[in-house]
């Protein structure tokens, strides 16, 4: 999943990492995110993504089951 982009089949909340203080925001259906690192927090698998050249945090649970894979990076890399 880290390093592959996906099209969102609908609107998705997000956090915000670049801001301070961070605020919540809706990336909108369409937008094509790409993600940059999985974690957890509290219990609950995340991922940090870029979109629109900002880094965002949302569910690693809300891109999979919104999301659709455009770019494989291993496909892209040939590993």
């Excluded at 690192?37 to 569910?59: I, P, Q």
Aim: glycine share 6%; with cysteine.
């Amino acid at each position: 999943m880290v390093g592959n982009s996906y099209r969102l089949r609908r609107a998705t909340c997000a956090v915000t990492e670049d801001a301070n203080p961070q605020h919540i925001l809706t990336i909108p259906y369409a937008a094509v995110v790409t993600v940059l690192k999985r974690y957890s927090n509290n219990g609950h698998d995340m991922l940090t993504v870029e979109w629109s050249h900002a880094h965002c945090s949302m569910f690693a649970v809300d891109l999979e089951e919104r999301g659709e894979l455009v770019t494989d990076r291993a496909m892209v890399t040939g590993a």
